[in-house]
């Protein structure tokens, strides 16, 4: 059984479940910062995409670090509709760093994680880039676009068959980012992408590997 630390972290007045694999016999410190979907439709650590995602990165002993945004599972606080929420995923890197002094950490979003979770990849210059897996720009608006702008490198994962981070409109959205970018398009997969999780978590191993 791999070795999983149950953690919480402390953001000011509000604790963080989190749960952390620490890579054994790593000398370069890294570690993928995952952020899940919408607390208020159901959203947690615990997803199925942020499962699989967290699994794999395991298997290929790669630290990770997973955590409940505030107001969900064992987090406490209350739900923000953003700006909480996004100082949450800084004091995770804010502990990644600084607690297990972490020198690289890439984030990896998945909806409503996705625009949270990337809106801070310019917080750190220890943050390397990141993975959005269905952005949802249309849904979310405009600021989380204008604070996931970075020069760093960029995954963006879409299902084509997704309407909530509408597949239509996907090309368009991504065309406004600065390079290094690059996207991948699974056919046939929605926004929950149910039974495409081991093509979206081997995405996110291949490209965090070529970062390392």
């Known amino acids: 059984m791999p ?9 000011n007045d509000v604790g963080l479940e989190a749960e952390y694999f620490p890579a054994k016999n790593d000398t370069i410190r890294t570690t993928t910062l995952i952020c899940h979907p919408h607390p208020q439709f159901g959203g947690d650590m615990y997803n199925n995409v942020v499962s699989r995602i967290f699994k794999t990165l395991i298997n290929h002993n790669l630290a990770t670090l997973r955590f409940n945004f505030r107001g969900v599972g064992k987090s406490t606080g209350h739900h923000t509709d953003g700006q909480g929420e996004i100082s949450d995923v800084k004091a995770c890197i804010d502990f990644l760093t600084n607690n297990l002094n972490i020198d690289s950490i890439l984030i990896c ?3 409503y994680g996705a625009a949270i979770g990337c809106s801070a990849v310019n917080y750190s210059q220890n943050i390397i880039g990141f993975v959005a ?4 720009w ?4 405009i600021t989380y676009k ?7 490198p960029k995954l963006f994962i879409q299902g084509n068959k997704d309407n909530i981070a509408h597949f239509d409109n996907f090309l368009e959205h991504y065309d406004d980012y600065d390079t290094p970018k690059e996207y991948k398009i699974i056919d046939g997969a929605d926004h929950f992408y149910w039974g495409y999780e081991k093509q979206v978590a081997e995405l996110v191993y291949r490209f965090y590997s070529t970062l390392l």
């Open 109 to 111: 979003g998945y909806s």
């Open 146 to 152: 204008k604070n996931s702008q970075t020069n760093k």
């Open 133 to 136: 897996i269905s952005f949802p």
């Open 3 to 11: 070795d999983i630390q149950q953690l919480l972290i402390t953001n």
């Open 138 to 141: 249309d849904f979310m608006g």
